[in-house]
């Protein structure tokens, strides 16, 4: 029997809990532990509320959470209830599938100020994530930036700018819709520091801002380069590159409240207010040789109340693990941090790929520990010493079981077309299952 420890319940981690059920069948035991009470990371809390058929793949791993030999075990912090090391001693493997939750800082000057959120606090404030329930960003502004030219962005436009009826069978948690119907923004801009031709923005997604009930794209046909060049991207980016020709061809026809505009070649580099937001400077740039955004001096001012930064995320660092600070992940080769430590999904790579990309990820990491491991038999404790030491700290695990009333619970909640609604505080999914926080 092996023993193999997953941290964090997400794609990354769910799929690598399924590769090595198919390497080692019923001879291995997988904990999949998070220490959020319900399972997922970010298909529950990243994933935009309005694309549940992104979500569904949830259903693939509940499959997996539901075997035999892989157990989840929510609401226990790797490093607060249970030590990494402690963790290496009682598994053969443990995997940190921990994802990117964190927001990279900017780097430029009033990004402190109210007003300015990151993408992870502001996505997950809408998806009802605990740390981002009470974060009430500034919607009483007309006029939002956005910065990052990549599909977080994009979330980010729509779902500032959706209506009510738009949201409709989404999962979108109540107090955030609430919030985002009364908000008065008008002008939405979106901050790319290149040009349409680096857009990290796929077609899906970008052709659903020109079907948006209230909100129409704007962009200014002089950013293009000449269209022979188009003929160069590669096919996707092609398509999105066709896709934002066509908005710049037909610009809003004034029968819309509100305006998403690309700003492209426009850097931020200084946030500026007294004591919140009132606007940002942004310098025109031009691309040098080697493809990247350079200044070109010439500046201007964006006036408005909120700042969301989607500029990618980082791994949260844990004790005693090396950290790789220049990409916000772990110091990792192929996903081997140390003996019997290892690293899968956006805690190897850095926050890049679909979620699909975690797949192979996953069987990578669970071939790399079959390999390590060999034909040595297993001398560690496992499940059962885990339980023990959990039980001894007075720790209230949250099993898939437990998830599952949480979920009929959230089901119930629910508000009509919806598939639920969620609980956006610990305590309350704890209550659900008439436990208390002791953890
Ligand atoms: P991303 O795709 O890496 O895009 C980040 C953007 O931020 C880039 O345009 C980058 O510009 C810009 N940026 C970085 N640093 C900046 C700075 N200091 N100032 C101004 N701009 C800066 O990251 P993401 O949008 O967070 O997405 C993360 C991953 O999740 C991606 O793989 C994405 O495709 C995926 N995702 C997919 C979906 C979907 O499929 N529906 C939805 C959301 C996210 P440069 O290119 O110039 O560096």
């Excluded at 989840?72 to 290496?88: C, M, P, R």
């Excluded at 948690?173 to 520091?193: P, Y």
């Excluded at 060049?229 to 096919?235: H, I, K």
Aim: charged share 25%.
């Amino acid at each position: 029997m092996r023993h193999v420890a997953v941290i964090g319940s997400g794609p990354a981690g769910y799929y690598s809990a399924e590769a090595l059920q198919k390497i080692y069948g019923a001879d291995v035991h997988v904990d999949v532990i998070d220490r959020m009470p319900v399972p997922y990371g970010l298909i529950r809390f990243g994933v935009a509320p309005d694309h549940q058929s992104i979500k569904a793949v949830y259903k693939r791993y509940e499959k997996v959470a539901l075997s035999d030999n892989v157990r989840f075990v929510g609401n226990v912090t790797v490093g607060k209830d249970v030590a990494i090391d402690e963790l290496q001693q009682l598994y053969d493997a443990v995997i940190l599938a921990t994802g990117a939750p964190l927001d990279r800082p900017i780097g430029i000057p009033g990004e402190e100020l109210a007003g300015v959120v990151g993408s992870a606090a502001f996505v997950g404030w809408y998806n009802g994530h605990p740390d981002f329930a009470d974060l009430a960003p500034r919607l009483d502004t007309t006029s939002a930036v956005v910065i990052g030219n990549g599909n977080v962005a994009l979330d980010v436009a729509r779902i500032l700018s959706k209506t009510a009826h738009e949201f409709e069978g989404s999962d979108i948690v109540f107090g955030a819709l609430e919030a985002l119907q009364a908000s008065a923004i008008r002008d939405i801009h979106v901050l790319g520091r290149r040009g349409p031709h680096q857009i990290a923005m796929t077609p899906k997604e970008l052709g659903e801002l020109g079907h948006l009930e209230r909100a129409a794209p704007r962009v200014d046909p002089a950013d293009f380069p000449p269209v022979e060049e188009d003929s160069a991207l590669d096919p996707g980016l092609r398509k999105s590159v066709t896709i934002l020709r066509e908005f710049a061809a037909n610009p809003p026809a004034g029968d819309k409240p509100k305006t998403i505009d690309f700003d492209f070649f426009a850097k931020p580099v200084r946030i500026e207010g007294d004591g919140k937001v009132e606007r940002v400077i942004v310098e025109r740039t031009k691309l040098d040789a080697d493809g990247r955004a350079t200044g070109t001096g010439e500046t201007y001012a964006i006036e408005c109340g909120l700042v969301v930064s989607c500029i990618g995320y980082r791994t949260p660092p844990i004790d005693g693990v090396p950290y790789d600070f220049d990409h916000g992940r772990f110091a990792n080769d192929e996903g081997r941090i140390g003996d019997g430590l290892y690293c899968v999904g956006w805690a190897r790579r850095g926050p890049t790929g679909t979620i699909g990309t975690n797949r192979p990820d996953g069987a990578a990491i669970a071939d790399l520990i079959h390999a390590d491991f060999g034909t040595a038999v297993s001398r560690n404790a496992g499940r059962p010493g885990l339980d023990r030491l959990l039980d001894e700290r007075g720790v209230d695990v949250v099993t898939f079981r437990d998830w599952q009333k949480i979920e009929a619970a959230e089901a119930e909640r629910a508000r009509d077309g919806s598939p639920r609604e969620k609980f956006t505080h610990v305590e309350e999914m704890l209550q659900a299952l008439g436990l208390s926080r002791t953890t």
